[in-house]
């Protein structure tokens, strides 16, 4: 199975009656799930950077007026990709959409959205009840009701609980919930780097927030979600702010010295958030997909305690190869292996994004500057 187990039970669970919506239409009662929870659910099960949606096409089928309002009627397809392990999973699904407002441009705009979020909810209701699914049954078998969940005995969460590496790689299997906290919060405490920190946390926040919706059937404490959120602080701080470091007073008091001009001068990280927009318009460079994220180099420049490369490294990758290329041991082997040279890629973008008419980007020598986002 390409999906983990815990993948797996998500999406085998029944749907939430809270979550499921009524509205009236040409004499029936229409039940639907709106689509920022199916986005929600998405971004829960598959993980923020698991799946894509890329709209195929719109089309304008129908426009009108009525008294003062503007009218508009959609047809959208949109294709979902979900990536579960090595395989990427592609479903596709369509939708319409209406609008009404004061101008032709709102009316539009409305019923474009209103179609695309038709087509997503459509696309993702063939993985599971969650999406919605269960709503094309008529005795809607898969919804789960409030009175029937209060008669649950069992709690929903169920171990085993795998505490997973900053590489995803499974290190320990528990079937107590409090191991699996003791051990994630072990494993949070020995991260090297604040990028690795992050990286474990988001590896095992899924878990989390299984467990935390089930803890008092598990009887765990109300702050269990809480405490960890709070350890996994508390190491960042100790990551990026060493024990003899100054304090807020003594930094306010010493002047701020220009290390690059120093004869071993320290690198400038430049911070320009309209290269970074300009970047991620481009085509990714591994596969063409488009939009892409602004991929900063990581060996382009020395490492810093939290700090990224400077934005002049920047170049686009997809969400998927910018994944990959994030989880992979030896970033120069990744690219030798797709024979390009990122730092030429990126020194052209900066000069082809850096033209006169471009703001002028802030410049951060100071290692307490806070990192963009890569």
Not at 31 to 38: L, P, R, V
Not at 151 to 174: C, D, H, M, Q, Y
Not at 207 to 229: C, D, H, M, T, W
Not at 315 to 322: S, T
Request: with cysteine.
């Amino acid at each position: 199975m390409a999906f983990t187990d815990q993948q797996a039970r998500q999406l085998k669970a029944k749907l939430d009656a809270e979550h499921v919506k009524t509205r009236k239409a040409h004499g029936l009662t229409l039940s639907y799930i709106e689509g920022w929870h199916a986005i929600a659910e998405a971004n829960r099960i598959f993980g923020f950077d698991g799946w894509d949606r890329r709209t195929l096409f719109t089309n304008c089928i129908w426009t009108g007026t009525c008294e003062r309002d503007y009218l508009a009627a959609y047809t959208a397809r949109v294709r979902i990709y979900v990536r579960a392990g090595e395989v990427l999973i592609v479903r596709e699904g369509s939708g319409t959409g209406e609008g009404k407002a004061a101008t032709p441009g709102q009316a539009h705009e409305i019923a474009l959205k209103s179609a695309e979020t038709d087509a997503t909810k459509r696309a993702l209701a063939t993985f599971g009840n969650v999406f919605g699914l269960a709503l094309y049954d008529r005795e809607q078998a898969g919804v789960r009701h409030s009175k029937a969940k209060a008669a649950l005995s069992e709690p929903t969460a169920k171990g085993p609980w795998a505490v997973r590496s900053a590489t995803g790689a499974t290190e320990a299997s528990f079937d107590k919930p409090v191991d699996f906290e003791r051990a994630l919060s072990k494993a949070m405490t020995g991260a090297s780097d604040i990028e690795r920190l992050f990286e474990i946390w988001e590896q095992n926040v899924a878990i989390v927030r299984e467990l935390n919706a089930s803890r008092a059937k598990l009887g765990l404490k109300p702050g269990f979600a809480q405490s960890l959120v709070a350890h996994l602080k508390s190491c960042a701080v100790a990551l990026v702010k060493p024990n003899d470091a100054p304090t807020e007073q003594q930094t306010r008091q010493r002047p701020k010295i220009d290390k690059s001009v120093l004869t071993f001068g320290e690198p400038k990280r430049i911070r320009c958030k309209a290269h970074l927009r300009f970047v991620a318009r481009q085509p990714c460079l591994i596969c063409g997909r488009a939009p892409s994220h602004a991929h900063h180099v990581r060996f382009a420049q020395a490492r810093g305690l939290g700090l990224k490369v400077s934005d002049e490294f920047t170049v686009p990758l997809c969400a998927i190869h910018h994944h990959e290329n994030h989880t992979t041991g030896d970033e120069r082997r990744w690219w030798e292996k797709h024979k390009i040279d990122p730092l030429k890629v990126a020194s052209a973008l900066w000069r082809q994004g850096r033209m006169p008419t471009k703001p002028e980007p802030v410049v951060h020598s100071d290692p307490g500057d806070p990192p963009t986002n890569s």
